[in-house]
């Protein structure tokens, strides 16, 4: 997570968890870039009780809260390895963390043993960060005069923002992103 629902809540009261993992998803896929900390890699490991995962080896450089992707957990058929199907692939947000063992907040894994897999540390920048905390007081402060463009007092006049797709970003105004602009990766 890019940052915490405690740390959000202190900026929006009435923003959620699934906000906060969309604003997460549309950086990484604006970006092209999954934030990974290649120095901080785990290879194979074993599912248990759907949020749990076992290694054989000692981890180090994690703690709780800290954001991991998970990697290759291809699925076993039947007639062999499936290929296409990531099973238990995606963000993760560690609640504890033990010498071999990782426990897993809100996760619903399959269970099961992963030799190819791997997990590692997502690391966001602190430009990123407060980027989106800009976002949150955006919607703080706009969220009720979405849309206008300018307003009079005297005789009523409004003027209603015209917002095509050069000028908004998720529903947000473009300039607001210019914090992703140097973590941008060519797509291949």
């Not at 007639?79 to 099973?87: A, H, K, R, T």
């Not at 995606?90 to 897999?117: H, R, Y």
């Not at 206008?148 to 992103?177: C, H, Q, W």
Request: hydrophobic share 35%; net charge negative; with cysteine.
């Amino acid at each position: 997570m890019i940052i915490t629902l405690d740390d959000a809540q202190l900026i929006n009261p009435s923003i959620d968890q699934s906000a906060l993992d969309g604003l997460e998803q549309s950086i990484r896929a604006l970006t092209h870039n999954k934030f990974q900390n290649l120095n901080i890699r785990f290879y194979q490991f074993k599912v248990t009780n759907e949020d749990t995962l076992e290694f054989n080896e000692a981890l180090a450089y994690l703690r709780p809260n800290d954001t991991i992707e998970i990697s290759n957990t291809w699925s076993q058929t039947g007639s062999g390895l499936n290929q296409d199907i990531g099973v238990n692939d995606g963000l993760c947000v560690i609640e504890e963390i033990n010498d071999k063992t990782i426990k897993l907040k809100d996760a619903t894994l399959f269970n099961g043993s992963f030799q190819s897999a791997f997990i590692t540390k997502i690391s966001y920048p602190p430009d990123v960060v407060e980027g989106v905390k800009k976002l949150l007081q955006y919607d703080v402060s706009m969220g009720d005069k979405l849309g206008i463009k300018s307003e009079s007092i005297s005789r009523m006049s409004v003027t209603y923002y015209d917002v095509n797709s050069n000028e908004s970003i998720n529903g947000y105004p473009a300039s607001l992103f210019g914090f992703i602009k140097k973590y941008k990766k060519m797509r291949w």
